[in-house]
């Protein structure tokens, strides 16, 4: 497979795991911030791949995990809703809330379907018009601009019973919420690919400015990490930490001019409530007034119990970097993909769930 | 005849009759079933290997076979891993009213193909038919007789360390073939289910070794799975190479698209064999000859070390845990 | 769990094959699938696209991919030499 296959290659990764050991003197920290680096780091065993100077933490990137009990609460109470269809992307399905989940309203009755894109979730608002839609709006930048396409192609097409409920929030401010907390210290940033498609290099250029921390975009084969990871390294041995793009295939120093003037169409930028991290100000993107017919929070209204986070979890804590899985006493344990406690173990770009499939023989499982 | 079952069809009365006459009994006779009584008698001695299985496959057809094919070839296969001649099967089919005859008799056809390359007879079947909306078009169950020759000792708590394990050909096939269908992925060359009865290819492995331990078939779950369940039950080790592996390229294309493992992915004409290293490579010899292991290979070996774990060498080196599948990654697939 | 990879952050690099208004067919690997280029109009039929959740939310840009390449080919050889 093309701008696959070649970034897999064994005989360049062992090329530039040399060159890393080779630069890399003094211990540092990275942490990435997008699911999809936590798992593929995972998958493809990269941490044992570099020295064991580099030290690497996932941090708040996976959408499952961040969403906030109470809007999950709020996603199931829409479900119980008279001739609603909950539309989804599938990992949201299993998460446990304070009293249910959406796979138990599903087996309860609610209409619960997983869609693999919103224009699937158009699709059903279409073939149903005697029933409301509501989209289950989670994701960062990659994907709220689907999101904006699909309310904008309702609209267009007269389809006005489909609607989103938009819990997507935005990568850069929770970057800056947790440089600020300084809970966990950090010298490299791996920025997430996908994310900076859309929104380009420089709403990361607080990082360096700011904090001092480096900050390098990395794609998703193993490769494009390692490559990541040597310009981080690199920045950091000489002190001069900057944004720099390791996978300008993909990233654009204007990022998708297109896909931002439609997110900026449709949503607006508000708070948002970060599972682990709490409000998060400037870090979520609601739907503007204009369209506001598609917007689940306006359209519906549900009463809601007090949010209960699950006893012993540590997702949140996970979610910071502030823990790795296996310190988690639940991990492995009493926490596993068929029973899982928290929505770190539930997703597939979950730190939990990544640790527990792909652990190593010597760490594994909790074992 | 109508085009469509009716629930009469069910019904134990003259429909029935007819059904069973018109579309099962042209194409599956036999002397056994052709008797038409309440069970079919048959002789035999020695060990007897008895296996049942349901088939809820959704679509029905797809590309490389269908339900019935699918009910044929899943049974004899699951006769064929204990080592067993399969011989003869019972099929129930549950229909839904209004399923369209003319589709029942291509079933039947498919059923009938299938236990003809199999070298096996249908001699006992039931239909019923439930009210529409109550079963989602054609459930099939079945049951499996086969024999197993003195000697023959093949179960999966028979792994030893120092066994190789062999693949006889490429993963994912089965269950990309049903999910492009449901997900409307297209392919530029046919992608079919692997759907096949491996009883003759496991015959012929017979034939070369006396040292095969263990056999299965990585159905649901997929290769990962199945991995994992000779590893608990033998208390082994198992370690595998990624590069090892075959996948075709359009089922690991497929498979990014879908976000889908291959390894997780279902199989129906695949085996998995643990066998004696000193016979490893004439057992293999022996496979590529037949068109069903055209492919097989030697993908790894059993070990003392973490028992009950299957470990993975990764393409780029490090290995890593390979667990059985959780949760529900295709439904219905078979 | 999640070995359906429903990986939110991840996209597919696909082929465009041909183009019809907003939509698109594209392929990989012999594997074909319609997507939605409203993100990227400027894509033309050739062109490779980053594919998420049913979008192309990016043209691959080939020369830099070459580039890239051509920077692991570097490295690698460098380290063969030590």
């Not at chain 1, 250029?205 to 990871?229: H, K, M, N, T």
Request: glycine letters at 10%; charged letters at 25%.
């Amino acid at each position: 497979m093309k701008f696959i296959d070649e970034y897999q290659d064994n005989k360049l990764a062992r090329g530039l795991a040399y060159k890393i050991a080779q630069r890399s003197t003094k211990t540092i920290r990275l942490m990435e911030f997008c699911g999809g680096h936590t798992h593929a780091i995972l998958r493809y065993g990269i941490r044992q791949l570099v020295p064991k100077t580099v030290e690497m933490r996932s941090g708040p990137g996976c959408p499952v995990c961040v969403t906030a009990t109470a809007d999950l609460d709020k996603a199931i109470a829409l479900a119980y809703l008279p001739d609603v269809i909950i539309t989804t992307f599938g990992d949201m399905i299993r998460v446990p809330s304070s009293y249910s989940s959406l796979q138990q309203a599903k087996a309860e009755g609610a209409d619960i379907r997983i869609v693999y894109s919103t224009i699937d979730a158009v699709e059903i608002a279409k073939a149903n018009p005697g029933k409301s839609v509501i989209f289950i709006g989670i994701g960062f930048e990659t994907t709220a601009p689907t999101i904006a396409a699909s309310i904008l192609k309702a609209q267009q097409d007269k389809i006005e019973n489909f609607h989103v409920l938009s819990l997507n929030k935005l990568t850069p401010p929770v970057m800056k919420a947790l440089l600020d907390s300084g809970e966990i210290k950090l010298d490299g940033i791996i920025g997430p690919g996908h994310v900076s498609v859309i929104i380009g290099p420089h709403p990361y250029e607080f990082i360096p400015r700011d904090y001092g921390v480096a900050c390098v975009i990395s794609g998703f084969e193993p490769l494009d990490i390692l490559l990541c990871i040597d310009k981080l390294v690199e920045q950091i041995e000489k002190g001069e930490p900057k944004v720099e793009i390791a996978y300008p295939r993909g990233v654009k120093p204007e990022g998708n001019r297109k896909a931002r003037q439609l997110m900026g169409k449709v949503f607006e930028i508000g708070e948002a409530n970060w599972r682990g991290i709490g409000i998060v100000p400037q870090s979520g993107l609601k739907v503007r007034g204009k369209y506001e017919r598609f917007d689940a929070d306006k359209a519906f209204s549900v009463s809601l119990k007090p949010p209960r986070e699950p006893e012993g979890c540590r997702c949140g804590d996970v979610i910071r970097g502030a823990a790795m899985p296996p310190e988690c006493k639940l991990f492995g344990k009493v926490c596993t993909p068929e029973s899982p406690v928290g929505p770190c173990m539930v997703s597939s770009e979950g730190a939990c769930a990544a640790y527990y499939q792909y652990g190593t023989p010597e760490n594994s499982q909790g074992f | 005849m109508d085009d469509s079952i009716l629930l009469a069809h069910g019904s134990g009365g003259k429909l029935s009759h007819e059904l069973v006459e018109k579309k099962f009994l042209p194409f599956l006779a036999n002397p056994a079933l052709n008797k038409l009584d309440d069970s079919a008698i048959f002789e035999a001695s020695g060990r007897l290997a008895l296996t049942t299985d349901s088939y809820v496959v959704n679509p029905i057809f797809f590309p490389g076979g269908d339900i019935g094919k699918l009910a044929v070839c899943g049974t004899v296969n699951d006769l064929t891993m204990n080592g067993a001649r399969p011989l003869y099967l019972s099929l129930s089919a549950i229909i839904e009213e209004g399923f369209l005859l003319s589709e029942l008799e291509q079933i039947v056809r498919s059923i009938k193909k299938a236990a003809e390359e199999a070298e096996v007879s249908i001699i006992a079947g039931d239909t019923k038919v439930v009210n529409k909306g109550q079963a989602d078009k054609l459930f099939i169950t079945t049951s499996g007789v086969g024999i197993i020759s003195p000697g023959v000792d093949i179960s999966g708590a028979n792994a030893r360390a120092g066994d190789k394990v062999l693949l006889s050909g490429t993963i994912g096939d089965h269950g990309i073939a049903i999910m492009s269908q449901r997900e409307g992925l297209r392919f530029s060359m046919a992608l079919e289910s692997d759907c096949a009865p491996l009883n003759k290819l496991v015959s012929q492995m017979m034939e070369v070794s006396s040292r095969i331990h263990c056999l299965r078939d990585p159905t649901r779950g997929g290769l990962a799975t199945t991995l994992n369940e000779l590893a608990w039950q033998s208390k082994v080790g198992i370690t595998v190479e990624e590069a090892k592996i075959p996948v075709k390229d359009e089922v690991k294309a497929a498979c990014e698209l879908l976000g889908l493992d291959p390894i997780y992915v279902a199989n129906e004409g695949k085996l998995v064999a643990v066998v004696d290293p000193a016979d490893a490579d004439k057992i293999l010899a022996r496979m590529r000859k037949n068109s069903y292991g055209r492919h097989a290979t030697i993908i790894g070996e059993v070990t003392n070390e973490h028992p009950g774990k299957v470990v993975m060498k990764t393409k780029l080196g490090p290995s890593r845990i390979v667990d059985m599948l959780s949760g529900e990654l295709l439904p219905r697939i078979c | 769990m999640a070995t359906i990879w429903e990986a939110m952050c991840l996209a597919v690099p696909v082929k465009i094959v041909s183009i019809n208004g907003d939509e698109a067919e594209t392929e990989i690997a012999g594997v074909r699938r319609r997507v939605s280029i409203a993100l990227t109009p400027e894509a033309k039929v050739g062109d490779y696209v980053l594919l998420h959740t049913g979008y192309a939310i990016g043209v691959i840009d080939e020369a830099e991919a070459e580039e890239t390449l051509k920077l692991f080919e570097e490295i690698a050889s460098l380290s063969e030499v030590h």
